[in-house]
């Protein structure tokens, strides 16, 4: 997840400008160890629309075709309200949280919650977040949609990584702890 200084994932009307579109704004090193990915309601049919144009040619960097053909080929299970088709062939609806906590079950590598908050806050509420990546922006916009508001309970994780990236932001790895 990309986040600012104070845990906001997108500004009051939805834009996300402090995400650049640069090498580092791709995590390949957690894209790489996933064969699934979970989205929310929300946030899949802008995700859709933009990565399938990216994949069709739209002029972008490498490191987005990359992402691109990743996300093209990875199946990914969408928490819709009542949409229950999609049209691309990677989609799968799945009625709630308890589906993917069966899959997480099953074997093969990790799955991946691209979000959006509302689906990543609801994971950790949910016990079901392993790994916290965050990339947390050296800005302060105050007021949006937080990471963090509505986590009920304490969830403990212990920090295993941090990079400083060119960008001045920071990518934090956090494992879910029993402390």
Not at 64 to 80: G, I, S
Not at 83 to 111: H, T
Not at 123 to 150: K, M, Y
Not at 156 to 167: A, F, G, P
Request: charged content about 25%; aromatic content about 10%; glycine content about 10%.
């Amino acid at each position: 997840m990309h986040v600012t200084i104070d845990g906001k994932t997108v500004r009051p009307d939805g834009t996300i400008d402090w995400v650049g579109g640069g090498p580092e704004a791709y995590d390949f090193e957690a894209f790489d160890r996933v064969d699934a990915c979970v989205l929310g309601r929300v946030m899949y049919p802008e995700y859709e629309e933009y990565w399938r144009g990216v994949v069709a040619g739209s002029d972008d960097t490498p490191e987005a075709k990359r992402y691109a053909e990743f996300a093209d080929r990875t199946p990914h299970y969408v928490l819709p309200r009542t949409k229950s088709e999609f049209d691309w062939p990677v989609a799968r609806p799945v009625s709630d949280i308890n589906e993917i906590a069966a899959l997480r079950d099953q074997a093969g590598r990790d799955i991946y919650v691209v979000g959006g908050a509302t689906t990543v806050r609801s994971f950790i509420n949910a016990g079901l977040l392993d790994e916290l990546r965050l990339t947390v922006h050296p800005l302060l916009v105050g007021e949006g949609a937080s990471l963090f508001d509505g986590i009920s309970g304490d969830h403990h994780y212990e920090i295993v990584d941090t990079q400083r990236l060119k960008d001045g932001s920071t990518r934090l790895v956090y494992q879910a702890s029993d402390s």
